[in-house]
């Protein structure tokens, strides 16, 4: 088991400072664990304990966690959504002016030819960036959110 400890003065330290129900982390406190997690073996369970003066809601710690994951799982799905349909235009934009250059080669200018081609490749190249680049990023996210999914949360008085 990995352990994120984390110390408040008062409850209230761990929700959003605009959010008078306290429905939402504080995002200090989320980057403060996603930090400490880089460190962690990914099949670890994760328990952060949270050190606070005054007593805590721990239901009301839960729920906002849950609620974070919610919106963030929901997030992230519309992420991938949309990179998957930008991969795709750019992959069928890239492949039709690539085929229409070598069709209008020699019976077009050629700098006109060599334009079409180059906003193929240009497609092409950015299909391969969002594969490369923009999904793994994504493929990240969602592994931390499944690793703060599985948390274990409690909490202690004082200096402990």
């Excluded at 849950?66 to 991969?87: D, V």
């Excluded at 992959?91 to 250059?101: E, Q």
């Excluded at 180059?118 to 950015?126: D, I, N, Y």
Aim: neutral net charge.
């Amino acid at each position: 088991m990995y352990e994120v400890k984390i110390r408040v003065e008062d409850e209230s330290e761990l929700y959003h400072s605009f959010d008078p129900e306290q429905q939402l982390i504080n995002g200090d406190v989320i980057d403060y664990i996603l930090e400490k997690i880089r460190e962690k073996d990914i099949h670890d369970k994760l328990s952060i304990h949270i050190i606070c003066q005054n007593e805590v809601n721990i239901e009301n710690v839960r729920n906002a966690f849950a609620q974070y994951i919610r919106s963030n799982k929901t997030a992230l799905k519309k992420e991938q959504k949309r990179n998957n349909i930008k991969q795709l235009w750019m992959f069928v934009i890239g492949v039709i002016a690539i085929s229409l250059s070598l069709m209008l080669s020699g019976h077009v200018p050629e700098l006109l030819s060599e334009i079409v081609s180059t906003v193929g490749a240009f497609s092409l190249w950015e299909a391969a960036s969002i594969w490369i680049v923009e999904n793994p990023v994504i493929r990240l996210k969602k592994a931390r959110l499944r690793i703060l999914s599985n948390t274990e949360v409690s909490v202690s008085n004082g200096g402990k």
